[in-house]
């Protein structure tokens, strides 16, 4: 039986990967590549730029995000049974997902399959850096200090959900936001706290944008894949005299 690995990678700027989590890469037999439907390539594969990977050892997947769970569940199997497959004829397999592994990622469905197909197989799951970790480094931007409370959520449907999550905690992150960002920075702007507030999309690839302070934001230029809102209630407090 080969070994499995996921391996988180980026988001954004080749090199975000941990050293164990790189000799895992550069040992397996095959890496999965997931490549969202309708995407032109894999946004995990570029985020490891740099690092040579032999083209045979590649096995790109498209990703079906139907909403309709049931299609998804038929979706994961299929897929694990691919990767079981493999497994089974001795192959070490390496699984890629954009960020870290198991927050809000699609490799926490992937394992569950495989592990209702193989019970007890051998897998190591490596953690990865996470959007907003690679946002709050890419502007400077501190996510929490002393005992300020933070929420990390999928974007609601809603403005009033919202507000209440802004005003039961410190910081907000948001992630998942799509086509609700126009509203969102309208509330922001509403409640006075969108100058405190931060975006970013798609960190150190093409498209890149960074925006220390939202208020002047224009979601029509900003919307899409790979955002990520950093949500502060008041003002950074000034620490040092």
């Known amino acids: 039986m080969g070994h499995f690995w996921g391996i988180g990678v980026g988001p954004g700027p080749n090199g975000y990967l ?23 390539a894999s946004v995990a594969l570029q985020c490891l730029a740099g690092i040579a990977l032999r083209p045979e050892r590649l096995r790109e997947i498209e990703f079906n995000m139907d909403p ?18 493999e497994l089974c004829a001795g192959r070490d397999v390496a699984y890629l997902t954009i960020g870290d592994t198991l927050t809000y990622s699609t490799y926490g469905y992937v394992l ?37 409370r933070m929420l990390i959520l999928p974007c609601p449907d809603d403005a009033v959900a919202l507000r209440a999550d802004i ?10 936001i799509g086509a609700r960002l126009e509203w969102v ?17 798609k960190i150190g690839l093409a498209g890149e944008l960074l925006v220390p302070e939202v208020e002047h934001l224009d979601a ?15 003002a950074v407090e000034q620490r040092a005299l």
Do not use: N
């Open 68 to 85: 309709d769970r049931s299609v998804l569940r038929t979706h994961y199997g299929e897929l694990a049974d691919g990767i079981a497959a």
């Open 18 to 40: 941990p050293l164990a989590a790189l000799e895992a890469l550069q040992s397996a037999d095959l890496i999965f590549t997931p490549r969202a439907r309708g995407a032109d």
């Open 220 to 234: 029509s230029l900003a919307s899409g894949y790979l955002a990520t809102l950093l949500i502060r209630k008041t």
């Open 167 to 176: 005003e039961s905690h410190d910081i907000v992150v948001l992630m998942k």
């Open 112 to 148: 569950a399959a495989l592990q209702q197909r193989l019970p007890g197989f051998v897998h190591r799951t490596f953690p990865g850096i996470t959007s907003y970790a690679a946002a709050a480094a890419a502007m400077d931007w501190p996510l929490g200090e002393g005992k300020q």
């Open 185 to 201: 920075l309208a509330l922001l702007r509403e409640m006075g706290i969108a100058r405190h507030c931060a975006f970013a999309r």
